[in-house]
């Protein structure tokens, strides 16, 4: 061998560019943290309550029912049963003709189709607008994309009544959102019912968002993987509904919220077939093609929900029921405690004011890190209990800003429930003596 082939070590840069300023991620961290100290784990936001027997049955049934094709590759931009019946799902929520074929495309899970929209969508040098707090991988997609994001805040108007606030008391200044609005615009991030927060936008509050879109030429996608998640008699309003937008949106979702199966990975876009086009580009020359057994046991879950949709007995009808009751339970036990909680109208989150237990957590202004994560890991390390930061929700230029909060994830068993006010209550009373 020549000398050189011998120095085995790499020395040139390994890492591409576009992944500076988002290779740190606090997910990896806070799930060391809670697998380690957690007693309750609040946290990362997944049920631990069983998925519906129908959708564990029908999992079963493709697995071992006897179809030997189903541990094959399917039609790469759906499994046929799946695209079919939600495209009739989507005819009735939306109100118009879906075509199974070109209208719908499997993912794997919402983050897939995530991806491909801003794979398929943005260019070097556009901006893509996403309101703040977010699901905090938009950010790092439109960067790994080549584009910039440009932050827009919901901010927060406090109830005059001393009465809790709720996720609707976020509101975006017409005027801001406005102003974000350019020729380099390409995109908006809409999410509703939003993560963290759990605001569920108004009709008013969307046909803002869409007059500016129409007026700038401008896409929307539209991530609505909790909208079955609506409480209170809320309505979820889809962007793709309003006059002019269906043309403009490609609508996401996710079978693991639809059925409390956030392991089951399978997710869609729905949307003309002008825009899905390109996420086919991307998913033919990425995933390909998703797991078959998944995709035909979330077809039997959807072709059972259509038989009885609006029904009591739909899961679409009685989840909402279940997570409404949850919410309020947690609402209840960090209200007596005194960690105020903003009030949810959706998603299986909620967050809390931290702002009365700061004695717990003495602030630090020579500390790199946001309020809110010391906090959110001291208490899972002295209190058992995991949260995640608010500010893990904003852009670092904000962060600060809004480091009095931290998220729970409700979606959990009566118990787990019991066992994070316990928790709460014991903390509480250590404060007082
Ligand atoms: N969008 C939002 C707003 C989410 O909260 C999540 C999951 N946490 C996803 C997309 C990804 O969903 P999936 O598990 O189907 O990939």
Known sequence: FPSHSLQAKMSRPLQARRLEGIDKNIWVEFAKLAATYSKVNLGQGFPDFPAPDFLTEAMTRALGGGNHMMHQYTRPFGHLPLVKVLAQFFEKLLGRDVDPMTNVMVTVGAYEALFCCFQAFVEEGDEVIVIEPFFDCYEAMVKMAGGTPVFVPLRPNPPKD????????????PVELASKFSKRTKAIVLNSPNNPLGKVFS?????????????????CISDEVYEWLVYDGKQHIRMASLQGMWDRTVTIGSAGKTFSATGCKVGWVVGPDRLLQHLRTVHQ???????????????????????????PESYFVQLPKELQQ??????QSLDAVGMKPIIPEGTYFLVADISQFK?????????????DYRFAKWMVKNKGLAAIPLSNFYSEAHKKNCSNFIRFCFAKEEATLKAASDILQKWKQEKTS
């Open 203 to 219: 009709r008013g509050e969307l046909e803002l968002i869409a007059e500016l879109c129409v007026k700038h030429d401008v896409l």
């Open 285 to 311: 020359n990425s995933v390909y093609v998703c797991a078959t057994i998944t995709q035909e046991a979330v077809a039997q879950g959807f072709q059972r929900e259509l038989t009885l949709y609006g029904k």
């Open 162 to 173: 001393g009465k809790l606030m709720s996720s609707a008391d976020w509101q975006l200044d």
């Open 359 to 371: 004695s717990d957590v003495p602030d630090d202004p020579n500390s790199d890190e946001p309020y």
């Open 326 to 331: 949850k919410r309020d339970q947690l609402v």
